[in-house]
């Protein structure tokens, strides 16, 4: 059986904060800490949307957003090393963009390093593309590409996110 047949997508919760820091860890050059994470639960729906993935043993992955008017500014996306490649990021991002959209989004934008290429491949499956560059972005110097997505409230654009989501087997919490 696959992983994401039994995956469950829901909120995150103090309970993850152990399991989500450890995902980041391995994850990112310039980790967030712990008590980062635990710093956005204390804010409120308006302001934040932190989701995770969870297999029937545990959290796999999560997504987070920051919502600045009608923008939605994806803060973070990562999916633990073993399970990458099938699909999490993929259905973890359209979860978020679409409770975002739920929440009032209407365009999409983040920052990614420019030699991530799997991030930036994931990304531009959401028609999420470059419009400039931030220089030296990160702690180590490296470059960040900005990318948007216009009008991700649109009908047609509700239809990407439900390709992408690839929702069967997924239970929502
Ligand atoms: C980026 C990341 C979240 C992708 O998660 P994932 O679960 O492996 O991605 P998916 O399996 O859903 O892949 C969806 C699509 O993204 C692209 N993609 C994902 N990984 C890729 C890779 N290593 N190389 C090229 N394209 C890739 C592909 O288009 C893929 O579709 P396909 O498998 O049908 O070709 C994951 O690699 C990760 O956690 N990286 C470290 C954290 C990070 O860089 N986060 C982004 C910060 S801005």
Redesign the pocket.
């Given at each position: 059986m696959n992983q994401l047949d039994s995956l469950q997508v829901r909120e995150l919760a103090e309970a993850d904060l152990d399991a989500v820091a450890e995902i980041e860890s391995v994850?990112?050059e310039s980790p967030w800490s712990r008590s980062l994470f635990a710093g956005e639960l204390a804010l409120s729906a308006e302001e934040r949307l932190w989701i995770v993935g969870a297999d029937a043993e545990r959290v796999i992955?999560f997504a987070g957003a920051m919502f600045v008017g009608g923008d939605v500014h994806v803060m973070?996306?990562?999916?633990t090393p073993a399970v990458?490649?099938?699909?999490?990021?993929?259905?973890l991002l359209a979860e978020l963009l679409r409770r975002s959209v739920a929440n009032g989004g209407r365009h999409a934008t983040?920052e990614?390093r420019e030699s991530?290429?799997?991030?930036i491949?994931?990304y531009r499956?959401f028609r999420l593309g470059p419009v400039g560059i931030r220089n030296s972005y990160y702690p180590d110097g490296e470059d960040a590409l900005i990318l948007w997505a216009h009008d991700i409230d649109s009908p047609s654009y509700a239809a990407l996110l439900q390709k992408l989501s690839g929702r069967s087997g997924v239970i929502d919490g």
């Amino acid at each position: 059986m696959n992983q994401l047949d039994s995956l469950q997508v829901r909120e995150l919760a103090e309970a993850d904060l152990d399991a989500v820091a450890e995902i980041e860890s391995v994850s990112n050059e310039s980790p967030w800490s712990r008590s980062l994470f635990a710093g956005e639960l204390a804010l409120s729906a308006e302001e934040r949307l932190w989701i995770v993935g969870a297999d029937a043993e545990r959290v796999i992955g999560f997504a987070g957003a920051m919502f600045v008017g009608g923008d939605v500014h994806v803060m973070n996306v990562a999916v633990t090393p073993a399970v990458r490649r099938r699909g999490l990021g993929r259905v973890l991002l359209a979860e978020l963009l679409r409770r975002s959209v739920a929440n009032g989004g209407r365009h999409a934008t983040l920052e990614v390093r420019e030699s991530n290429e799997a991030a930036i491949e994931l990304y531009r499956r959401f028609r999420l593309g470059p419009v400039g560059i931030r220089n030296s972005y990160y702690p180590d110097g490296e470059d960040a590409l900005i990318l948007w997505a216009h009008d991700i409230d649109s009908p047609s654009y509700a239809a990407l996110l439900q390709k992408l989501s690839g929702r069967s087997g997924v239970i929502d919490g």
